[in-house]
């Protein structure tokens, strides 16, 4: 995403801003994932605990790893997986095989997977990329139905492994409000966009003026709703 600089440049050269929101995870010195769902109300930590254990009751644990510890049959596995999550809804992945093969050899430490193993098979796969100061996560997949499963993989797994490692941040992707009682609250985000025709150009303009001020109407409207005691009236990130 744009910061300061990058923005401020972006207009000298007469590119439009569009303000958008995310959902992203701060780690404000968690000890442990029991210490962080300290910080929820009474009901949330409940509901949190619920879905883990949930994952837990089928018989469903979890392997970390890393790209250079996934040999191709495992690759094969995480993006047959991942292709089926698209493919459900009609649509082919934008990870080709290829890319998990060649992630996996150039970036063996920031390539990172969080296998779903039910038994001696693997039913799920979360995967992320991660640095020094944050996560992040887009994809994933599953071919079998248990409940809360995908909020265990994509986000509890993804928050206990920032805390484990001391990372910053969680950026799990974009959209889903369901989110927000897990723990993630509106961040604001900024692009750059250059329109060439001038008529397309203005209006567009004008509807990104709009457009501001309703996503941090949004945003502010959201973080009512987090789960944190004494934090739902904090700033937006």
């Not at 440049?9 to 210490?35: I, K, P, V």
């Not at 883990?52 to 089928?58: D, F, K, N, P, S």
Request: charged share 30%.
């Amino acid at each position: 995403f744009l910061d300061e600089p990058a923005r401020a440049a972006c207009l000298r050269r007469g590119w439009l801003l569009r303000r958008d929101c995310q959902f992203h995870w701060s780690n404000r010195g968690y000890t442990s994932f029991d210490d962080y769902l300290a910080t929820f109300t009474a009901e949330k930590r409940k509901k949190a605990r619920r879905e883990r254990r949930r994952v837990a009751e089928a018989g469903v644990r979890f392997e970390t790893r890393f790209g250079g510890e996934l040999d191709e049959g495992l690759l094969e596995r995480i993006y047959a997986l991942h292709r089926d999550t698209f493919v459900r809804h009609g649509h082919e992945p934008y990870l080709t095989r290829a890319f998990f093969s060649e992630a996996a050899r150039v970036m063996p430490e920031s390539l990172m997977v969080k296998l779903a193993v039910h038994g001696r098979a693997v039913v799920a796969a979360a995967i992320f990329f991660w640095c020094e100061e944050a996560l992040f996560g887009r994809y994933w997949g599953a071919d079998a139905d248990y409940h809360s499963l995908h909020f265990e993989a994509c986000y509890h797994q993804g928050i206990e492994f920032c805390i484990e490692r001391r990372l910053a941040r969680f950026e799990p992707g974009t959209q889903g409000e369901h989110k927000v009682s897990r723990g993630f609250e509106p961040a604001l985000t900024w692009s750059a966009h250059y329109i060439v025709d001038p008529q397309f150009r203005a209006a567009i303009a004008d509807y990104l003026t709009r457009e501001a001020g309703a996503v941090e109407a949004y945003a502010h409207e959201v973080q009512a709703h987090v789960p944190y005691r004494g934090r739902r009236t904090a700033g937006v990130v």
